[in-house]
């Protein structure tokens, strides 16, 4: 990975273009950080889904590590860029999507992907969080996931029950994946320089240990739960009375508070609601 590529603003100024704000265009620069990305990926992906590439800073290495590269991408000015500089590779297909509406099972079919997919990218701020939850949403169909991130978003997916940042969000994705900040990244690795700081959090699959059913369940209790999440799991739960009653079923005490109650508590929890009643 000592080849030398293009800055992007070297790419910008060759093809005309400016770093649009309104799309939260914030192009990594830092070589060692994509250097640590493309190493965290599992050598067994094939292929890799990049979501928002951009002017295909992390596109090149992955390609050159010998890495099939599906490259999501919605700006039609990035789209020119990227063809103009991988049209010729072999290994690279760009879809030109929006990452924020993707159907991954479609592109799974398509492309002959049989195993779980392995997805990477650097994400918009304002719709990372979203994105990512969707990946969780889709239980065995992501093995591994690495993401660039606002650091405190990644800071509450990794969170641990009981401390102050441990909520909703971090319920979401640890149901379904081991969550890790895998790096921290200062606003100087991009051109143009954000003004808060980012990190890459890696994502991976864990083993599913309760049903469809039971995971809709633990979905809904959680997102009631800490839209009150100052109060009682029963005061909390009010509205919905089979979840009251299955804190008991579950052994769990109805006075605690939801940011409180580790993965296994949830997954009990959530088990203990009866289906037929979501």
Request: aromatic share 6%; charged share 20%.
């Amino acid at each position: 990975m000592s080849r030398q590529y293009p800055t992007p603003q070297a790419l910008l100024h060759e093809h005309g273009l400016e770093a649009k704000k309104s799309w939260g265009q914030n192009f990594l620069i830092d070589e060692r950080v994509l250097n640590d990305i493309v190493r965290g990926i599992p050598m067994s992906s094939e292929p890799v889904i990049e979501l928002g590439s951009g002017l295909g800073a992390l596109t090149a290495p992955m390609l050159d590590a010998g890495f099939r590269v599906i490259a999501v991408e919605r700006d039609p000015d990035m789209q020119h860029v990227l063809r103009a500089r991988f049209a010729e590779y072999p290994g690279f297909t760009l879809l030109a999507a929006d990452a924020g509406h993707l159907d991954y099972r479609a592109i799974a079919r398509e492309h002959g992907i049989q195993g779980p997919m392995t997805v990477v990218g650097n994400l918009p701020y304002q719709i990372g969080g979203r994105i990512s939850v969707n990946l969780a949403d889709m239980r065995g169909d992501v093995g591994c996931a690495l993401l660039m991130l606002q650091r405190e978003v990644v800071q509450r997916m990794v969170a641990a029950p009981g401390s102050k940042t441990f909520g909703l969000l971090s319920v979401l994705m640890q149901r379904t994946f081991d969550v890790q900040l895998y790096r921290k990244v200062s606003p100087g690795s991009f051109h143009p320089a954000p003004k808060i700081h980012s990190a890459v959090v890696k994502l991976v699959a864990r083993p599913l240990a309760i049903s469809d059913a039971a995971d809709a369940a633990l979905v809904r209790v959680a997102k009631l739960a800490f839209q009150h999440r100052r109060k009682t799991l029963r005061a909390g739960l009010g509205s919905w009375p089979e979840a009251v009653g299955a804190l008991d079923a579950a052994g769990i005490d109805p006075r605690l508070r939801p940011e409180t109650l580790d993965m296994a508590t949830w997954q009990r929890f959530a088990e203990a609601l009866e289906p037929g009643r979501l």
